[in-house]
Every structure is written in structure tokens, then in C-alpha cells.
């Protein structure tokens, strides 16, 4: 029954509506939209909402996890999974892992045979039908499911199995292992009544996790293919606190492995891990650079200096290099704006020796009548091999008597052989004179990202120094740390830049990217000439706004490039003179 209010003659006062104030309240004094902004502007901006950042071209959507996180993950598939099957959690886990945390392929695998699936995971013994009827029955008819968890506490018979009757259990217990028969041994044992004490249980769980990364360990029975479920490898372990927390950041792994929207960050001892669905297949790596962070910070940028006070260590601290990878190749760096297959590519081959291969080509020739490398080493054309002793000329490579009395003076460039031969050769000088052009540049960003400790603690003397020659506090001097983070995180698209121009097809297209490439690398070379200036106390303050501003500058010269550039892979605009995986084949006169 809804609950009746009385309204006294005072408040029937204030709830009285005039019909001439009721048209002002119908909603009709609204219409008037220029002076409901004129209102909204009277307050200024501190009503205002900030419009939601729309993301970049060159950002994708991604989250990061803690290992918690990834944990309650995996508890939500483990219930899911008891709550079909009608099983304990230790065996959904085991089944979930042995699946490789496919939910679908497991419930339709157990489904057609619940019997196959649960000894092929190592959950149940696979015993012959003929001595079914001999042999103790454990949980059940065979065609039941289990519901409990896979090992068991041999000594106390009340809370497990009972030991086969075949078996004496007034004998005294000795392990196999070790062959320790103290009175007071602690047997283990699976569902498979394989028994071994408790000291050698703890020792091969802890071989097999620390030392082999194992995360579904087996029966230490020769031939037994049951896995141990996670209580009873608690429990085996007893303190050692280590070893278990190694054994649940291994079952993490396992999981963020198998599947194909996680990945684990790759920086040592960090356990977050960072969830892309949008970079998961192959097909959106050709679009798109799935740059990613996991959330935490990693060595801080800055060395500390023994005349810091602790509060501007703590903000050191606190400041430590965000760890950023790529979600889509085993890249552990940012390599925007170049995408992860010609990214693989150029690492490639950089490391690989056809780069020496060229160079031997263009310095040295062979001789035309034992093949052997000879390089010259002196002015004159006339060449003798070391190895056969023929003489031939280096110009045209063509046999010396033919040369006549023209020694010095080759006049056979017309003959088919020589001209093949400088043909192959200019070709050969040309292709690593291209190489070595992208790839010096290249090195060279590269070497100053290396250096970037070093040019912090410069950076931070500098800092020091402007606080002790002038007014500014340490708030606004940060300035110039905001210009070194920002230098370092445009070298490194410039890094990446070369290794995209060396593989793009020639036409408009490349020479706009070098364009943007050309106005980026002016750009960060002013603002690294500014930061190296020596500091003059009358003239921090115009330092300061120059610095400011080419920051600005400089980052805005980033952005270009990496929108353009992102952009031009959404739009299929970029063409490259090599193969690429997810791409158009070159043409031929694509090939440079």
C-alpha cells in the first residue's frame, strides 16, 4: 500500500504552483539556447567539463594487470568450469591448464569423453577394464566424475583413501628415494598410492619449479603420468613461501601464454601483465603498432646525487622509466612508427652477415680463373693473383695480354664480360652505400638513448645550478628534465624512421615521410644544442622560454610524424620495395 503524506498549511504555501508560473516551468524557458550559454559563461571555467581525449591514430586501447589481477582471472574461469563439470577447483585448474584455458575445446572434449579427458590431464589413472573388478575402486563407478582432488595423505586413513589391501600397513614405511625409514617419516602420495616422504616431495617440487619452471609437475613415480594438484603442492612445500609464490607466478604465465589477447612484460622481475585485444590477430599488426605499458616503472631515469635532499631522491624514485613494449613482436622497445614485420625485418638485418658479404663485394673482386677474393692494394690495374699466378686487369677483368701496351689505360669497357662485371660491382657499392646511409643514422639515435643517464645527470647539475643562480625553485626547472624526456622520446622515433625509409617504395608518398623526418631531426637538434648551452645567470629566463618553446615544437614535429604515418597504414598509403608480411608484393620497379 503506498505510504499517504500530509502537507501542512505552511508547506502547502511552498508547494503552491500559480498557473502563471506554470508556463514558466513547462520546459518552454529553455528555448532560449544563447542565453543559457550566456549563463554558462558567467561561471568561467571552472564548471566545465573537459571533453573526453580522443585517441590518437597511433594509440590503440589497451589495459593493464597486476598479477592479481590475472589471478581473479583465472579464479572466474576455475568456477566457471566447477560449475558445469561439477567438479572441485584443483581439478577444473588441472583440466583449464591441460586445455591451455580453452573453455569451449575443453567442455566439448569432456563432454564426448569425460573418462579420456581426465587420465589424458593427469587428473585420473588410466586402469585396464580387466582387472577394473580387482583392482580398488577409487571415488566411484569408472564412468563417474570425480569431484576431489587427486592426492592424498596416506598415514591418516580417516581423511583419504584406504591403502590397497595387497599392501601391509603395520610394515614400516621406507622411501624409495632416499630409503629413510625414521619412525617418524611423513609419507605423501597421489591417487596412484606412489608414496615418498615428505622431504623428497619438497625437494623435487622445489628442482622442478625453480629450476626447470615446470608448472604441471607429475608423479616422481618412473612412468606415472599424474599431475599434482595445487593443495597438494601447498601442503608438500610446508614454508617454503618462495617456492610456492615462483609456483603461482608460473601458473600466471602459463595462462597470460595461452591466451592470445595477454602478454606478460617483458622487464625482469616485473609480473604485470597488459590485456589487447585489438592487436591479437595478425591482420591488425599491418594497421597498427600496439605500443603498450604495464603500468609500473622500472630503474629511475636519474642517478642520485649525494647533494640531494631525500624528498627530491624519493621524486627520483618515483620517476623510474615506464615500461613500454610492443604488444605484437618479441620487440621489447617502441619502435613507432615502423610496424612490427618490417621492424623484425631490419633488426634482421642488421644482425645478419650479408651486410659483410656487401662489403666484400664492393671492396674486392674475384679472379676470373680460380675464384679467389683479392683486394687491391695498390694503384697500378695490373692484377696478379697470389693463388694461380693469372694476370688479368681490375678494371674490365679481362685477361692482362690483351691489354697491349695500354697498361695503364683499360680501353675495353665495350667487352660483354667487363662491363657485366662493373655493372655487378656498381650495383653491389650502391646497395651498401644505401644501407650504411640509414643504418649510421639509425646507430646513432640509437647510441645517444643509451647515453640518456648520462645526459640526465647533466641535465639535473644544470637543474641545480639555476636554482642556486636565480629565483626559480626546483617546480620550475623541470623544464629542462620535460626537454630531455621529450628529446629522447623523439630520437627514438627517429631511430625508427630510418629503418621505415630504408624499406619504402620510391615516389610522393616517401618523399613527404622524409620531409616530416627532415623537420623532426632539425627540430631535435635545436633543442639538444640548447640543452648542451652553457647556463649564464642573466639569461635563465630567456633560456627558459626557448627551451619551452622548442619543446613544444619538438613535440608537436612527433606527433606529425607518427600520425602521418599511422594514418598512412589505416589507409593503405605506404608501398615497400621488399615482401612484406600483410602487405601488397612490390613491383618490380619498386625495387630499389
Known sequence: MPQEYTISDEEEEDYYIDSDDEDMIDGTQYDDEDDVDMDEDAFGDDFRIAPKSKRKPYEIDYESLSQGAVEASMAEHVEHICGIFGVDAGTAALLLRYMSWNKERLIEKYMDNPNKVLVSAGIAVDEPPASASAAPVRGGTASRRPTRSSSKLVPPPKSSPKIPTKSKPTMPFTCPICFDDAPDLHPLALICDHAFCSGCWAAYLSSKVNDEAEHAVRCMAEGCALVAPDDFIRSALEEDTTTWARFQELLVRHFVGSNPNLKYCPYPSCTNTVSCPSAAGKSSLTTVVPIVSCG??????????????????????????????????????????????????????????????????????????????????????????????????????????????????????????????????????????????????????????????????????????????????????????????????????????????????????????????????????????LLESPIEPENIPTLRQKVTDKTVYVQKRNEIVLEDTATGFIEGRWKWNVAVDGFDAPEKSEFE
Open 296 to 529: 609500473a616503472r622500472g630503474i629511475p631515469q636519474v642517478l642520485s646525487q649525494p647533494s640531494q635532499s631525500q624528498s627530491q631522491r624519493d621524486k627520483e624514485k618515483e620517476s623510474g622509466k615506464e615500461h613500454k613494449f610492443c604488444f605484437g613482436c618479441p620487440v621489447e622497445s617502441d619502435h613507432r612508427p615502423i610496424v612490427c614485420a618490417v621492424a623484425k625485418m631490419w633488426l634482421k638485418k642488421c644482425r645478419d652477415d650479408s651486410e659483410t658479404a656487401n662489403w666484400i663485394k664492393s671492396n674486392t673482386k674475384e679472379c676470373p680463373k680460380c675464384q679467389s677474393t683479392i683486394e687491391k692494394n695498390g694503384g697500378c690495374n695490373h692484377m696478379t693473383c697470389k693463388k694461380c699466378k693469372h694476370e688479368f686487369c681490375w678494371v674490365c677483368m679481362g685477361p692482362w695480354q690483351e691489354h697491349g701496351t695500354a697498361w695503364y689505360n683499360c680501353n675495353r669497357f665495350d667487352e660483354k664480360g667487363g662491363l657485366e662485371a662493373r655493372d655487378a660491382q656498381s650495383r653491389s657499392r650502391a646497395s651498401l652505400e644505401r644501407y650504411l646511409h640509414y643504418y649510421n643514422r639509425w646507430a646513432n639515435h640509437e647510441q645517444s638513448a643509451k647515453l640518456s643517464v648520462e645526459l640526465y645527470a647533466k641535465t639535473e647539475k644544470k637543474m641545480e645550478d639555476m636554482q642556486l643562480t636565480s629565483s626559480l625553485t626546483w617546480i620550475e626547472v623541470q623544464f629542462m628534465r620535460t626537454a630531455v624526456e621529450v628529446l629522447n622520446t623523439c630520437r627514438a622515433t627517429l631511430k625508427w624512421t630510418y629503418a621505415m625509409a630504408y624499406y619504402l617504395g620510391r615516389g610522393n608518398e616517401k618523399e613527404m615521410f622524409e620531409d616530416n623526418q627532415r623537420d623532426l631531426e632539425r627540430a631535435v637538434e635545436d633543442l639538444n644544442e
